[in-house]
């Protein structure tokens, strides 16, 4: 698949832009456990998958920018001295072009195309490995001299002044830092982060992707994210050491439970659970105690649908159903919710068993056939030539 999108981009490449092009690999991304802990400092466990955009790129000697993309089959086209926010996909390369330029480098007109087949809305991080790929092909192509940890910072900014989506490090952060065979846990607040080795033995993740991405998903993220907030600072009035919802404890929030407004307290709660969750999982993880790590997916995605209130019927519904079945350990909603995929911990003999019966059941209750991704954890954002 990927050598033939390649082709693809290079074959478009010359009959656009006539030229040969610098390529860049970036890949989408599952999270294990640690769901809406990122900007709450807390901690992630994230991996890079095999499933990608692509991307070709030439100077083009003008201060124009000209973009294809592949899968829209549209061009885009803005200039340097004028790059705002807006024009759907091509947002997302206009905002790390602009916070390069923000932070003083100097650019000049390029060209670009671009591809992939990380499906869009699934929760799978197509824009922040977007974001990154631009990153990584414009720092080569102008020998900006950055390091993977700055393109990782310049994507986010991208995704907060140029989608509007005040998220959190780890999609770009996994996109750019993946390691094949490894997940990686990362410490939101300090940034410190190791490799962490997933043994899954017999059992493997399989996505089952929802087809539906709700509007609600980007409003209410960043609602989510300000209802943190608003907890920390009431929190703060009682336990002024407190710097974040990492740093709190459930016997804490008990104590002062009737100070907080509205569903502040079951935000704040879930939070504090999860990361609970994700330090449990890495242990369990680490002792082989899969059937034990399953049931805390479960126990995620119960706080992401009650507590956090993020999920979404269909998300609910696809959950609900595994947990008869005997060859499942566990699965979660993953990502922001609204929509997008959950994550199956699913006994890898068992694996066509679970994709007809979860496709059966979803077909009839929604209409809509889900789709089934497996998934390897393969490396981060790299130049391909
Ligand atoms: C989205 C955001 C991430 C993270 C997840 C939830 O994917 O982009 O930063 O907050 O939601 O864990």
Redesign the pocket.
């Known amino acids: 698949m990927s050598s033939t999108i390649v082709d693809q981009i290079k074959k478009q490449f010359s009959l656009r832009y006539g030229s040969e092009s610098l390529l860049v690999r970036s890949p989408g991304r599952i ?1 294990l456990i640690g ?5 709450n400092q807390g901690f ?1 466990l994230p991996a890079a998958i095999d499933k990608a955009i692509y991307l070709g790129f030439a100077e083009n000697g003008t201060t124009s920018c000209r973009v294809f993309s592949l899968d829209y089959l549209e061009e885009g086209s803005f200039l340097l001295e004028d790059v705002q926010p807006g024009g759907g996909w091509l947002t997302f390369i206009k905002g790390v072009v602009a916070q390069l330029m923000h932070d003083g480098h100097s650019l000049h007109g390029f060209d670009c195309v671009f591809g992939g087949d990380i499906p869009i809305g699934a ?1 799978l ?1 197509s824009s922040a490995a977007l974001e990154n790929g631009v990153g990584m092909g414009l720092n080569a192509l102008f020998d900006l001299g950055l390091q993977r940890l700055d393109l990782v910072a310049i994507s986010q900014r991208a995704e907060h002044e140029f989608a509007g ?1 005040k ?5 770009m952060f996994a996109s750019m830092m993946g390691k094949r065979d490894f997940a990686i846990r990362l410490d939101c607040r300090s940034m410190a982060f190791d490799y962490f080795p997933v043994n899954l033995q017999e059992y493997q993740f399989l996505l089952c992707d929802t087809q539906v991405s709700h509007k609600l998903a980007d409003s209410a ?1 960043n609602t989510r994210r300000e209802e943190c907030q608003t907890g920390v600072a009431i929190i703060q009035r009682v336990f002024p050491e407190t710097k974040s919802l990492r740093d709190v404890t459930m016997d804490q929030l008990e104590k002062i439970k009737e100070q907080f407004p509205g569903d502040v307290y079951k935000r704040c709660a879930y939070v504090v659970q999860e990361n609970q969750r994700l330090i449990a999982s890495c242990d369990l993880l680490q002792t082989s105690d899969l059937p034990g790590f399953g049931k805390l997916l479960y126990g995620s995605h119960v706080g992401l649908s009650r507590s956090y209130e993020v999920s979404c019927p269909e998300l609910d519904f696809l959950v609900a159903q595994t947990i008869p079945m005997e060859y499942v350990l566990g699965a979660r909603m993953m ?2 919710g609204f929509g997008g995929c959950t994550l199956n911990l699913v006994k890898i003999s068992e694996k066509e068993a679970f994709i007809a019966e979860i496709t059966a059941a979803y077909q009839l209750q929604f209409g809509i056939l889900p789709k089934v991704y497996e998934v390897q954890i393969v490396d981060g954002t790299s130049l391909l030539n």
């Open positions: 999270n769901e809406h802990t990122d900007y992630v929760g991080s989506v998220c959190g490090i780890m999609d993220y990502g922001g």
